[in-house]
């Protein structure tokens, strides 16, 4: 489980991977640390996403990565849910970030699919939230890849067999 061996040696993230895991592993491999989950409908992506909002903590980043219309806003919106955000959720594409306080804890959802410019995201703070008291999600987070803190929950969406299996990896 390398993400959580990282996750805690940073001291970030607690215990997120460890705690969804379990209820969602299937393909383990030890050759890449990694895990596979296969989300056979968008209910599982809600589920999981719900469950990563469970173990949530202040000052976690949950980086989203995966192609055009693989769940990552799905996902965000469920990890929402699940903080008890009251507010509807939409993809922050055109603004970059959009901030609810609603939840358990403050909820930070990015979309960097559209920032041409680093500096953009200095603008907004960017540094400054992934480093603050709630929990942050990026979409398209590998385009940033070098801005992530080193703890961040790395969460990869893939299309799937038919149309509403996603491969998820995570780590
Ligand atoms: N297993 C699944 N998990 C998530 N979404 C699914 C699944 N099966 C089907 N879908 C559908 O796929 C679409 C995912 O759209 P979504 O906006 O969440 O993707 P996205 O990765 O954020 O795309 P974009 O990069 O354009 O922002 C939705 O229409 C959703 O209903
Ligand atoms: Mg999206």
Known sequence: MR??????AAGACNALTPAVLPRFGRCDSIATMKKTIYLTTEADTQTLGRELAQSASRGDV????????????TLAQAIAEGLGVREAVTSPTFTIL?????????????DVYRVHDPDELFEIGF????????????????????LLPPGA????LEMGAGESERICVIG
């Open 62 to 73: 949950i980086a989203l990565a995966g192609d055009l219309g693989t769940g990552k806003t």
């Open 98 to 110: 959009a901030e609810y306080d609603s939840g358990r804890i403050p909820f930070y959802h990015f």
């Open 3 to 8: 993400a959580a061996l990282e996750c805690q």
């Open 153 to 156: 929950l790395r969460v990869r």
């Open 127 to 146: 540094a400054e939230y992934l480093e603050g008291d709630g929990l942050c999600v990026v979409e398209w987070a590998d385009l940033v890849e070098d």
